[in-house]
């Protein structure tokens, strides 16, 4: 898995549980306890041992874990500015997932994500398919599209669901504004 | 039929031009706007652009200056480089296309590379761009090879640290913290280079340790340990700090001192290691007495300095300081088969 992915869960069991509940997980799957480097490739297996040893030692099931590393991923300022790049509001954004892929690859070549694909099963009613050689997927982007709804001010319904190599995300879309979302500008402000 | 074989022209409505071109403008042959796009109305705060001079708001500057509407509709098909008059001066690219029966032409301009700058100073969002240009794509790429870069730069950080790390530790002698066999040939080969493009020459002083044997065997490996770490704490105090110490085997060390050194230096020098180096450390409540042999040379003595010469040469005269009954110093002397002995310590032992 390419270090992006892995470090992305290092800083989140990190930022959230603290540097002692790292250092034990990394030490049971046996990985370096600096952590991974986010421009090189790792062996899937580390990243599996990784998440396994974490919801172990935290008591939580996999998915919610996973779920929640995707509600972590949009709070990095970043990424979520780079996610809101894909729409002006949370139905447009929802429509720009299927480039997401391509985005990324734009970005980092070496990263290869599940394929994407959104279909629209009726009024404000999608689901998100996720084909991934990996499990584990699913909850990630379930996580990832609850916290682009609260910044698109968005009233949304998600649930994971799906299993081997076609993870699926409903989402039912309650209401477009429901509330005030985050700003976002276009371009950063200078120096930021 | 579809097509059209007759070549009409299509009538479309201002308000869809600008939605198709949102930085469009029609001017008037007399060179007066008669309509603008949304987002170009934007960049322009406010200001009614529609009945003000094309020439009077913007500024063609490549291929070449337009003055005139007549030169305006020559560089019609080219790519223009043009930028606002007033500031923020932004810099825009266009097109210039003739209309029909004498209706003037359609101006449309786009951002070129200083995109992120453009959309910062004039607050634009998605909905300032036609669905189909690829600008705010140009700056998401912006961003985002920013945060790679910036990924990289930090990476690159972290291997150049670990690879000192790495290199210090190949060039010290791990008890001493000297200098160890590499690093002395490597700065042998750095003297000797800034010899060679006329630099001031240096001096090599070789040192073996007098007594030491005796005190390993009877005081054993860790009194050796601790008088070994003294000499060098004695050498680093008598040496200056461009000057190279190595600890080349068991009880030697060499020495390297560059710049401009002459025999009285090396006197200076010698005298000062030898007698502090017996002054006698004391290990478990018992004294450890060594002394010190030096060999010198001076790459001022050859035509051509070499690192195995001046090497060999320096051991030759360690090897006579020995010889005269050790805590002595000998610098090698060019032509003389027997080199020259002084007494380091002149009082009487």
């Known amino acids: ?192 | 039929m579809d097509g059209n074989p007759h070549g009409d022209p299509a009538l479309i409505d201002v308000a869809d031009l600008g939605r198709l071109m949102p930085m469009f403008l029609w001017v008037a042959p007399t060179g007066h706007i008669r309509a603008v796009g949304p987002t170009l109305a934007k960049l322009c705060d406010g200001v009614v652009l529609v009945g003000l001079r094309f020439l009077d708001l913007f500024q063609i500057r490549k291929p070449q200056r337009a003055r005139t509407m007549d030169e305006v509709r020559l560089l019609a098909g080219q790519r223009l480089h043009l930028g606002l008059r007033e500031p923020p001066h932004t810099a825009l690219r266009g097109l210039v296309v003739p209309l029909q029966d004498g209706q003037g032409v359609i101006v449309n301009l786009s951002f070129g590379i200083a995109a992120a700058e453009a959309v910062r100073d004039h607050a634009l969002t998605d909905a300032d761009f036609a669905p189909t240009d690829l600008t705010v794509e140009l700056l998401y790429l912006t961003e985002v090879k920013a945060a790679v870069m910036g990924e990289l730069a930090a990476l690159n950080m972290r291997l150049r640290t670990a690879q000192r790390a790495a290199e210090e530790q190949a060039l010290t002698d791990a008890l001493t913290g000297l200098a160890n066999r590499r690093a002395l040939d490597a700065a042998l080969g750095r003297v000797l280079d800034a010899v060679a493009w006329g630099g001031k020459g240096f001096a090599l002083l070789h040192l073996d340790l007098d007594f030491f044997k005796a005190v390993n065997d009877t005081l054993g490996h860790a009194a050796g340990d601790l008088v070994l770490t003294h000499v060098a704490s004695v050498l680093r105090r008598a040496t200056r700090k461009q000057d190279t110490v190595a600890r080349v085997g068991g009880d030697e060390f060499v020495m390297i001192l560059p710049g401009p050194v002459d025999e009285a230096m090396i006197t200076t020098i010698s005298h000062r290691i030898i007698s502090e180096l017996e002054v006698p450390v004391t290990f478990k409540g018992k004294p450890c007495r060594i002394s010190g042999s030096i060999g010198a040379t001076l790459s001022t003595h050859y035509d051509r300095p070499d690192a195995d010469r001046m090497l060999s040469d320096a051991d030759a005269a360690l090897y006579v300081s020995k010889r005269r009954g050790r805590a002595q110093y000998t610098i090698h002397a060019p032509g003389r088969h027997l080199p020259e002995d002084k007494r380091a310590v002149p009082d009487g032992r």
């Open chain 1, 1 to 192: 898995m390419h270090g992006l992915v892995n470090r992305s869960v290092q800083w989140f069991l990190r930022d959230t549980y603290g540097v002692a509940l790292w250092t034990s997980v990394a030490e049971a799957a046996g990985i370096d306890p600096n952590g991974f480097e986010a421009l090189l490739v790792y062996d899937d297996g580390l990243t599996d041992a990784m998440i396994d040893a974490a919801a172990r030692q935290l008591g939580k099931p996999r998915e919610a874990l996973l779920e929640d590393i995707g509600i972590y991923l949009v709070g990095l300022e970043p990424l979520r500015r780079l996610l809101r790049f894909g729409g002006v509001d949370y139905a447009d954004f929802l429509q720009s997932l299927d480039e997401l892929p391509d985005r990324v690859h734009l970005a980092v070549p070496e990263l290869d994500m599940p394929g994407l694909e959104l279909k629209t099963t009726g009024p404000g009613r999608y689901t998100l398919i996720c084909a991934a050689d990996h499990d584990g997927f699913g909850a990630v982007f379930a996580g990832i599209l609850r916290a682009m709804a609260d910044d698109y001010g968005a009233l949304v319904l998600i649930e994971a669901g799906g299993k081997g190599g076609a993870e699926t995300v409903g989402i039912e879309l309650l209401e477009a504004q429901f509330a005030t979302g985050r700003r976002f500008d276009l371009a950063r402000p200078e120096g930021a």
